[in-house]
C-alpha cells in the first residue's frame, strides 16, 4: 500500500552531480530503502541501501561516489550522486530491500550522463 515515486532524474555531463529523492505515501521508519538502477538491455541491480539503523551498503561501482540517506519525518530517501560517469545511465528505483512483492515497482526516474 505504500507508494514510492521517485524524481531528480536529470541529463547531466561526465563529473557532474545530481540528488535523486524517493517520496513515500505512509512511513518507511521502520524499513530497509534501496535504490536499483536498469541500464538499457541489462538487469536490475542493486546501487546502496540504508537500513533503519542507518547501516548503509555500496555496490563496487559506486562506492566513494554516491550517498544513500534518508528522512523519515519526510518519509523520503534521498541519493547524492556525485562525479557520475556515462556507465552510470540508468533508471533509477526506489524500493524495500529486500523487495517485498506486494510493494512492485514505480515509474523511476531516469538519469542521464553525457561523456
Known amino acids: 500500500q505504500v507508494q514510492l515515486v521517485e524524481s531528480g532524474g536529470d541529463l547531466v555531463q561526465a563529473g557532474g552531480s545530481l540528488r535523486l529523492s524517493c517520496a513515500a505515501s505512509g512511513s518507511i521508519f521502520s524499513r530497509t530503502m534501496g535504490w536499483y538502477r536498469q541500464a538499457p538491455g541489462k538487469q536490475r541491480e542493486l546501487v546502496t541501501f540504508?537500513?533503519?539503523?542507518?547501516?548503509?551498503y555500496y555496490a563496487d561501482s559506486v562506492k566513494g561516489r554516491f550517498t544513500i540517506s534518508r528522512d523519515n519525518a519526510k518519509n523520503t530517501v534521498y541519493l547524492q550522486m556525485n562525479s557520475l560517469k556515462p556507465e552510470d545511465t540508468a533508471i533509477y528505483y526506489c524500493n524495500f530491500y529486500p523487495v517485498v512483492g506486494s510493494a512492485g515497482w514505480g515509474q523511476g526516474t531516469q538519469v542521464t550522463v553525457s561523456s
Open positions: 540504508i537500513s533503519s539503523g542507518y547501516n548503509t
